[in-house]
């Protein structure tokens, strides 16, 4: 047999086999539809992310850290009939997330759902944080989840369908001294979700917030403070976090005590809640 004739026979074996393996996965997944998380390499995110691919979702994991995401990609696979594509970002530069966008879309994969999940926050006061230190935090907290929600967000009301989580934080809530800028990040994240909520309702687009208590990941230790002892367990949260998602809800508040919390601030004088929260804060250095 000719060299050609074989390699035209291996060339269409491999793409029938590509067909089934696309089918079978179809078949067997509840929604074939592909979720964007970004800071999915611990964590939260990486906890949806596990979320995601158990309800059928193919997922798309993105952070800065390639190898982590590697494995966590390969351990969906393994465990879940999804796909899984790995796409690194660094969210905290000002052209990341036109990037990541670039990037994805050139790969010619459509993102049906998008989970703003990465974000930081440094334990100091505004006057002793670096000013460069805080233009990256503003671009990973406020830029970065704006412009996604922008880039995706119009692709989604195009196909009159999608949905987006931002995770905001119970700090979105509260002035929280001794973080500077992440509580007012968080607000920011927060009334930005509620006004795409109304924005992209006409257009077939859900938008949810996801606002936290503390929560038992690397978070607290890359800001430089400890855990406080009312953290959550992530998965729980993650999984709140979906349900809420799906559910089209609004706001998401995981946990009864963080539920009434923010019912009690919204009564409480602010100065009151500023110093409870001064004095907490002062206890995690
Ligand atoms: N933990 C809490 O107490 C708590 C409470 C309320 C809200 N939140 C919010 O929940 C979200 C997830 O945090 P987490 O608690 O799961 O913390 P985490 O374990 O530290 O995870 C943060 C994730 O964000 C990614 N990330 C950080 N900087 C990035 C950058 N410049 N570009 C791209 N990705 C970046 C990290 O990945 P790489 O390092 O690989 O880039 C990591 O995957 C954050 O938005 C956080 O503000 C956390």
């Known amino acids: 047999m000719k060299k050609s004739t074989l390699l035209t026979i291996g060339m269409t074996g491999y793409s029938f086999y590509n067909a089934y393996k696309t089918a079978q996965i179809q078949q067997r997944t509840k929604t074939g539809q592909t979720v964007l998380i ?67 879309t050139k790969a010619g994969i459509q993102v049906d759902q998008l989970v703003n999940n990465a974000g930081a926050g440094v334990a100091a006061q505004l006057i002793h944080v670096s000013p460069e230190t805080l233009e990256e935090l503003i671009n990973l907290n406020i830029v970065s989840v704006t412009m996604l929600c922008r880039l ?77 002892i009312f953290c959550m367990n992530s998965k729980k949260v993650a999984a709140e976090a979906y349900v809420g998602l799906q559910a089209e809800k609004l706001v998401i508040i995981p946990g009864t005590l963080f539920q009434c919390a923010r019912t009690a601030v919204r009564f409480l004088p602010d100065q009151c809640t500023i110093r409870f929260l001064k004095t907490f804060q002062k206890r995690l250095k």
């Open 38 to 104: 970004t800071g999915a390499s611990s964590g939260i995110g990486k906890d949806l992310a596990y979320e995601f691919a158990k309800h059928g979702f193919n997922v798309i994991l993105s952070s800065r850290r390639k190898d982590k995401l590697q494995e966590i990609a390969k351990d969906l696979e393994k465990n879940y009939p999804i796909r899984t594509y790995v796409f690194c970002a660094d969210l905290s530069s000002a052209n990341g997330a036109r990037q990541l966008y670039e990037d994805i």
């Open 152 to 228: 995706f967000g119009k692709d989604m009301a195009e196909r009159k369908t999608g949905k987006i989580l931002n995770v905001a934080s119970m700090s979105s809530f509260v002035a929280n001294p001794g973080l500077n800028l992440y509580g007012p990040s968080k607000s920011y994240d927060y009334f930005l979700s509620e006004t795409l909520y109304g924005e992209l309702m006409d257009h077939g687009v859900h938008v949810s917030v996801l606002c936290p208590g503390p929560v038992k990941t690397n978070w607290n230790a890359h800001a430089g403070r400890k855990d406080s």
